[in-house]
């Protein structure tokens, strides 16, 4: 009888929670201000564990750029008011640029830019896709302690798997984006 009711209560506080950071990594530091974002930064970062690299077009400009013609840089100048402008760079040619605004794009939280939080509910209507409940997730941007770029990307999810598998879990992925050299961005 007893494992009639640990099995159920088992499954009832099923979950899961996963935590990647990059190597070396040294946290964030505090940005007192927009203008520390400011400079050229390479697109994409340079995972040592053979995972797929991350890309700041990717996170700022989804669906534009494919794998195939990624940018090599990012530049960000500051822009008017509380605003960034952030550009796409390959072999000095801006390929895309767009101006990002505190409460509207982004929130300048202790020192952090703190990107728009995604929902999505999901059910299980695709194909192959045993969940029903809801996923979110959020990004975001900083500086670590010696300037490059650090992004944090979390997602959680709650709800239940087949119809009956309670599921839920967290998972966290931390990047390092390096700064470039000036000429990587070109005259931006």
């Excluded at 505190?102 to 939280?109: P, R």
């Excluded at 798997?161 to 309670?166: D, E, K, R, T, V």
Aim: charged share 20%; aromatic share 8%; hydrophobic share 40%.
């Amino acid at each position: 009888m007893k494992q009639a009711v640990l099995i159920p209560l088992f499954l009832f506080l099923a979950g899961c929670a996963s935590t990647e950071v990059t190597e070396n990594d040294t946290g964030f530091a505090q940005s007192p201000n927009l203008d520390a974002f400011v400079g050229c930064y390479r697109n994409c970062s340079n995972p040592s564990d053979g995972s797929a690299p991350v890309c700041l077009t990717s996170i700022l400009w989804p669906d534009v750029f494919t794998s195939e013609a990624r940018p090599e840089a990012v530049s960000i100048q500051k822009g008017d008011g509380n605003s960034l402008i952030a550009s796409a760079i390959s072999e000095g040619a801006v390929l895309k640029l767009s101006r990002f605004r505190e409460g509207e794009d982004f929130e300048f939280k202790a020192g952090l830019l703190e990107l728009k939080r995604e929902y999505v509910a999901s059910g299980a209507g695709q194909p192959g896709n045993p969940f029903i409940g809801v996923v979110t997730s959020k990004t975001v941007l900083g500086l670590d302690t010696s300037g490059h770029g650090r992004i944090n990307q979390s997602t959680a999810f709650a709800g239940t798997g087949f119809l009956i598998i309670p599921v839920a879990g967290k998972t966290l992925h931390t990047h390092k984006i390096e700064r470039a050299p000036r000429a990587l961005c070109g005259n931006i």
